[in-house]
């Protein structure tokens, strides 16, 4: 099999690149970015390409399968050039199309899309882990998942007009390890937690390592549609903290949401404001379709587990 990456210089294509080249049944990998990512092994090439160009459908021609990682995020750059919100959605929502687009005329047989858990809607009401069929509807201002979600809402119409284009969306939980945003390792380090009453509101991650495994899962299965990736069970942020801290300051949650803008202002630190409103609520997935129907088994299947794979927690 070949294989197209979109995003390959993106964080988790640092993960992903040399286990798609360590796997026999794949042949060849091609790399599309507008930076080179600086990887390079003989069965590898790149082509700094933008998701946006129609080149983007001369290599693939060339592949079996396409991988789409190409996310714009916020406090990144594309190029040369600042990314406002309205780049970062003509790269997100018109280059997400293009590549679908151009991949169903171009004669490819597997799309994955890697979307996220963000794109659902968290509500006071619901205390269970979202399966997939969960309504899609993520955060105001969240720009990254509202791009996300977005793309999967176009998607639901192309795909049914496309059925020759078996497409599989992995939607993973936050994701850590040793190549993810430091920003976001450098949030979770902070002995900082929002104040809530009990029941505590329960979040989950997942390792890079493991959002990889998913992938090569899928990329070799006859699945469609989407699927949640996530740890077995599920923890509360302040638990989590203090796996790392041994004093956790549990802060009113106005006051966090407050300093933590400040910090992303001044600073570019941290993780987009919006992100701290889903600590609201219950955000837990269920997994088990990918459990079931790719084989998944992640390697890291509980939150601690999780952490200290990403060195966000030094102490077993």
């Avoid at 594309?78 to 004669?107: C, H, W, Y």
């Avoid at 659902?120 to 105001?140: A, I, Q, V």
């Avoid at 740890?231 to 903290?241: E, H, K, L, S, Y």
Wanted: hydrophobic residues 45%; proline residues 6%; glycine residues 6%.
């Amino acid at each position: 099999m070949n294989v197209l990456v979109i995003g390959s210089a993106s964080p988790l294509a640092r993960a992903l690149l040399p286990a798609l080249l360590n796997d026999a049944r794949i042949e060849h990998v091609i790399g599309v970015d507008i930076r080179t990512g600086g990887f390079s092994h003989p069965h590898y090439r790149f082509r700094p390409v933008d998701v946006r160009a129609s080149e983007l459908a001369v290599s693939l021609g060339e592949v079996d399968a396409v991988i789409h990682l190409g996310f714009a995020a916020t406090g990144r750059r594309f190029g040369p050039f600042k990314l406002t919100r309205e780049l970062m959605r003509d790269i997100n929502l018109r280059g997400s199309q293009n590549v679908f687009q151009l991949a169903a005329e171009q004669g490819v047989k597997h799309a994955i899309l890697l979307s996220s858990a963000a794109v659902y809607k968290l509500d006071d009401f619901h205390r269970g882990s979202m399966t997939e069929n969960h309504p899609r509807h993520p955060l105001p201002g969240f720009a990254y998942a509202e791009d996300k979600s977005t793309v999967e809402d176009w998607l639901d119409g192309f795909e049914q007009q496309h059925l020759e284009l078996r497409i599989v969306r992995l939607r993973p939980h936050l994701t850590l390890g040793p190549h993810v945003e430091p920003h976001v390792l450098d949030t979770l380090r902070l002995p900082l937690a929002p104040r809530f009453p009990d029941p505590q509101p329960l979040t989950q991650c997942v390792h890079e390592d493991d959002v990889v495994s998913a992938i090569l899962a899928a990329l070799f299965s006859d699945a469609r549609g989407a699927f949640n990736l996530a740890t077995a069970n599920a923890m509360a942020v302040r638990d989590m903290q203090q796996l790392h801290h041994k004093r956790v300051y549990i802060l009113p949650l106005m006051l966090l949401r407050a300093l933590l803008k400040l910090r992303w202002r001044l600073t570019g630190k941290g993780v987009n404001p919006a992100w701290v409103e889903a600590l609201r609520y219950n955000f837990a997935v269920h997994s088990g379709r990918a459990r079931r129907e790719l084989g998944w088994k992640p390697r890291y299947d509980t939150v601690k587990e999780c952490l200290l794979a990403a060195r966000i927690v030094t102490t077993s």
